[in-house]
């Protein structure tokens, strides 16, 4: 892929994707119910074998599978995006064991993930994270609550992440892999806006052990920020996916709509405007690939590429499903309509994984860092010398501000 455009396969491969996205998994998605895993739909995206490669994908492999998807259907999208982001930490820091535990049933769509770090209280401050990891004689018993977890309650497993040392913030947690099936682990649906299925998780002295433990204890929160690094550019895919959808839809209809004599595209009102939507979702795309490639490549600054491409993905978005309601007018509201979907689904992203707030203060905080010759995000910069040996250069860690509110991706 060069900076402007797709190689001819890549372009083949996003297209077959967008076309089995309408004709095999809109049906699929269509008869699930909202705030519910589907797990058809999960077997679907094992099948045609989308859940396997995105386990072995690149940040970039991973934005091209959520776009495509995203134009189709965003249900689809969604289960597959759940299920990497409560898996990247396994298929980062997870051992050989755990890796052949849960990894081949994740990619076949049997078995289903999520992703805990998001606490009534820490939100976008994760590392104020209260739920606690009590010594015991076998390793840790967890006591508290995780909220709006995505795929909660229903997952079959989650990476759960815990403080283990009272006070030390974010190097003080842990990570670990918790199977639903424990003792005095509950948890409860939410009624949320979004359509997917989002819960609560509730931890009345879960026992878990070292054979549990994700990365090293104390060094959860590292586990956390490389899942959240590696997924944050691909929301704003699934973003772009969105405003393409929109975009497309507009384009119809506004072609053979006929108002005042004439195509609603003959209105100089109503073409400016969606040539701004269409620009917009350019160069949202083009910023998305940007920090995409960037983390593939181990060059400096991911942190601030991809909070970059997120917070201007997922801003563009909002505002190309916006624009394309009001030029379909009152029809776009009708239950059902692409739109109305759409418009229930484009404002989540600017919340999760980082709300737009959050995405600036990092991108700030690199600028300046990088400006007074710190350890900053500017191209080329340093790696930040504390990294796990098994990252990339150029992984950066982010500030300790930059989670999640809702933990879909």
Known sequence: ???????????????????????????????GEPGRVNRPLLAALGELGLLGRMLGSGALDLCLLRESLARGCTEAETALALQGLGTAPIVQAGTAAQRERWLPGVGAGRAVAAFALSEPGAGSDAAALGLAAERTPDGWRLTGEKCWISNAPEADFATVFARTTPGAGSRGITAFLVPSGRPGLTGSALDMLSPHP????????????ADDVLGEPDRGFRVAMDAL?????????????????????TLEHTARRTAFGGPLSDLQAVS??????????????????????????????????????????????????????????ARALRRGHLLEHLYREVRAPRIYEGASEVQRAIIAKELYASATGGPGAGPGAPADASRPASAAPGRVRPPAVSPTQETSA
């Open 1 to 31: 892929m060069t900076a402007f455009s797709l190689d001819p396969e890549q372009a083949a491969w996003c297209e077959e994707l967008y076309t089995l996205a309408g004709e095999r998994l809109r049906p699929l998605a269509e008869e």
């Open 229 to 249: 690094n590696l997924f944050r550019p691909s929301v704003g895919a699934f973003a772009v996916g969105m405003a393409r959808a929109a975009l497309d839809a």
């Open 198 to 209: 989002i819960g609560t998780l509730e931890f009345d002295g879960v026992p878990v052990t």
């Open 272 to 329: 400016h405007q969606v040539a701004e939507m269409a620009t917009r979702t350019e160069a949202a795309r083009l910023l998305v690939y940007a920090a995409a490639s960037a983390y593939d490549a181990g060059e400096g600054g991911v942190p601030r590429r991809a909070a970059m491409a997120k917070l201007y993905a997922t801003e563009t978005a909002q505002y190309v499903v916006d624009a394309a309601v009001q030029l379909h007018g």
